[in-house]
């Protein structure tokens, strides 16, 4: 009889275990179908992310992009790595992700006051007090002698053109987050410069105008600078990067 009891005392056991096996199955079905739908085992594909949840379509950048929180197994090709207050972040194609793990890496929104040398290569440029702001994915930059600073948004209450005004003022954008230097330049790289190259040729040609000019449009707009002191550093700036093999506007 001690044998039986045993025996049925063993099997039940068993059948007990093999239900609560079967019912963390079952729970865990929904949450595997939950990760496989926020994470993937390669780089950011576009072509995958092709539904209107995950359209960009403010001021018609019309371009596609993950959320935050999803999570990828590699970056893209050709990303960029940057370190801000002791964080480090990987940007590339307009979006910003931060590393999870070894062979993880999740979407995340960019900080405040954070840099890239370029912009994307698909960008909306919207003006806002005759200040130009580059938009993509969320996230709106403007243009700093080091690169393009990300900002916070222009406030709700103030008029947005996605035209340039016949006349642009140099005014800083709002919010206090950065102020715009009063002289803008953009580049286009002509020998296929990596954007590490180009975020340093960027630095190098900002110091040596700086030393040809005496006028340093990173210091909060170089109050007392004269219109003189501001063409030479544009001169300055163009003929540096122009001898880099870079096209200025």
Known sequence: MDKLRIGARCKGLEYAAAVIFALSLMGAFPAARADEHRYYGHEFRESEFHEHQFLDARYHHDRYYPPVGFAFGALPAGYVSVRYQGSAFFFAGGIWYGAAGPGRFVVV?????????????FYATIWVQGVPYYYANNVYYVQSPQGYVVVAPPPADMPVAQTPPSTAAAAPPPGGAYQTPFVQLSMYPNRGQSQQQQARDRYECHQWAIRESGYDPSQSNSPGASEQQMDAYRHAMTACLDTRGYTVW
Request: hydrophobic share 60%; no cysteine; glycine share 8%.
């Open 109 to 121: 929104a960019p900080p405040l006051g954070v840099v890239i040398p370029v912009l994307p290569l």
